[in-house]
């Protein structure tokens, strides 16, 4: 089953963690000294913050497959869409590795779509000590987990 995916940029990462813990009745699931992650059932999303000198807001929207066949069925979906889709592929963002793909819905809001296979020791590829592709290392100058260069 798949989840939907929110990222926000906060201000505060203390305060923001008080307040979203409280919100949705539990602890991150996943907290670093600049990024926190709930795993949540009810409701079942994939809620994440982070504090890393951006503007404060809505980061992302995304939808993660938990597992290969289900992220096949959404770069199904995708190629069904008029829509160009950037396939990042392989990647370690958000302390993770995943695999994804990028596409903007009619107003140009970007969706991520991903499957996450592992943890990862780093925010971005240069502090996991992944290899980065060169549009990776772009858009990871710019602020990681945002969309790729067509």
Known sequence: MKRLHVHVAVKNLDTSIGFYSQLFAAEPTVRKPDYAKWMLEDPRVNFAISQRGVQPGV???GIQAESREELEDMYARLKGIDRPVVEEGAT??????????WIE????QEWEIFFTSAESTG??????????????SDRCRAGCCSTPAA
């Not at 819905?105 to 140009?108: I, L, M, N, S, T």
């Not at 925010?123 to 990776?136: L, N, V």
């Open 123 to 136: 925010y971005d590829a240069h502090s996991s000590g992944a290899q980065a592709s060169t549009s990776e």
């Open 105 to 108: 819905d009619p107003q140009g």
């Open 59 to 61: 980061q992302e929207l």
């Open 92 to 101: 370690s963002c958000c302390y993770a590795h995943s695999e994804k793909s």
